[in-house]
C-alpha cells in the first residue's frame, strides 16, 4: 500500500494559504475596512444626496434616514475592522 502522507501535505499546502504575518494581516484588515466605507459613501451618495439633485418625485425622510443608518453601520463595521489593526509606537513611517 503506498504511503499517502505526501501527497496529501502536498494537496494541504496547495489548497491552504500560506502562513500570514502581521502586514499581510494589517493589509487585510485595511483592506475590508476599505470597503465597508466605499459600500457607506455609496449608501449615502444614492439615498441622501442623489435624492436632492434628481428631481424626479418628492424627497423620503424614512428612505433618507435608512440609508443614513444603513451607512452608519457600515462605518461601524469598518471602524471595528480598524480596531484589530495592533499599534506599534516604535515603527516609523
Given at each position: 500500500?503506498?504511503?499517502?502522507?505526501?501527497?496529501?501535505r502536498r494537496i494541504l499546502r496547495a489548497i491552504l494559504p500560506p502562513p500570514q504575518t502581521p502586514k499581510?494581516?494589517?493589509d487585510r484588515?485595511?483592506?475590508?475596512?476599505?470597503?465597508?466605507?466605499?459600500?457607506?459613501?455609496g449608501i449615502v451618495g444614492v439615498g441622501l444626496i442623489t435624492p436632492f439633485f434628481a428631481g424626479v418625485g418628492v424627497f423620503q425622510p424614512h428612505r433618507a434616514g435608512l440609508a443614513l443608518?444603513?451607512?452608519v453601520v457600515l462605518?461601524?463595521?469598518?471602524l471595528l475592522f480598524l480596531l484589530y489593526i495592533p499599534y506599534n509606537?516604535?515603527?516609523?513611517?
Open positions: 500500500m503506498p504511503d499517502t502522507y505526501p501527497t496529501a499581510h494581516r494589517e484588515l485595511k483592506a475590508a475596512a476599505t470597503v465597508f466605507q466605499n459600500v457607506a459613501i443608518c444603513a451607512a462605518e461601524i463595521v469598518s509606537d516604535t515603527k516609523e513611517d
